[in-house]
């Protein structure tokens, strides 16, 4: 005798035939359901273990960089062979970063530069070779725009010195300040507005020539004194045929959190910079 079934699973018009049993939707759906979220923890684990990877590539392409350029003396001494190895290593990295947008967040802070190929930092860094009382200390780029969608301000930022007048090293600062737009995915333009020297840091030799420690400081040595520290030059920068502000093109051409790397336009040179600690 025949039993008409009725259930979830065995609709009552079914016949007993085992290939002609059908699933109920929502089980099937169920059952759909249960393999999608079986195979998205193994496509999860597939990217994180890709972008892993890819991590550790661009360090590994990063700390090449910083090895090839350890020796150059920011790039003062440096023979054929070093400077194409050196660009090599700059276009490996340079392929991690290639068409992504400039993150202003992340170009916002001080850069200290590690190198670079700029005729007119290499003429700072070959007279402090040359000249036995000239000095540079460190170079950084300073970017102001965390809070900013479209540009900021540029700082460079060159520490130099004249022993035994000033402090070793960081005895005044060169100031060269300049607006900056973005102008298409990591081009940016440059209009420099002005340079300033500033941040005097008088020797103690220079004190003592000045005013005399076994001496009563004078009113007038006091003052003499006041002035040198205080003291601030500002110069605007202006193209002297057209008496406006000079301007250029600057290519990040890779940026993350602790490295910057970029071209000015026009064979202006290359720059290897590591982030810094915040300027006072």
């Not at 290939?19 to 923890?41: E, R, T, V």
């Not at 023979?79 to 170009?107: C, H, W």
Request: neutral net charge.
């Amino acid at each position: 005798m025949e039993l008409a079934l009725s259930s979830p699973l065995f609709p009552s018009n079914a016949t007993r035939g085992v290939n002609k049993i059908k699933p109920n939707s929502s089980m099937l759906i169920a059952s759909q359901k249960l393999s999608a979220q079986k195979s998205f923890p193994c496509v999860a684990a597939v990217a994180t273990q890709a972008t892993q990877t890819v991590g550790l590539e661009v360090e590994s392409k990063k700390h090449e960089l910083l090895r090839a350029i350890q020796d150059t003396g920011r790039g003062l001494v440096t023979t054929d062979d070093q400077r194409s190895f050196i660009e090599e290593a700059l276009v490996s990295v340079e392929g991690y970063n290639m068409g992504a947008p400039i993150d202003l967040v992340k170009l916002d802070g001080t850069w200290r530069l590690q190198y670079t190929s700029a005729s007119d930092v290499l003429i700072l860094l070959e007279a402090a070779e040359r000249l036995p009382f000239f000095q540079v200390g460190q170079i950084f780029q300073k970017f102001e725009c965390k809070d900013q969608t479209n540009g900021g301000v540029i700082r460079n930022v060159v520490r130099w010195s004249i022993p035994p007048l000033l402090e070793e090293q960081e005895g005044a600062t060169l100031l060269v300040s300049a607006k900056f737009s973005v102008v298409s995915v990591r081009n940016i333009y440059l209009q420099f507005e002005e340079i300033n020297v500033q941040d005097i840091k008088i020797s103690e030799e220079l004190q003592a020539l000045i005013a005399p420690a076994i001496l009563p400081r004078s009113f007038l040595s006091l003052q003499i004194l006041q002035y040198l520290r205080n003291f601030k030059a500002q110069i605007p920068v202006r193209d002297p045929g057209s008496r406006q502000s000079v301007g250029g093109l600057y290519y990040l051409s890779y940026l993350d959190a602790n490295m910057l790397l970029g071209r000015a336009v026009g064979g202006g040179g290359v720059f290897v910079f590591t982030k810094a600690q915040p300027l006072k």
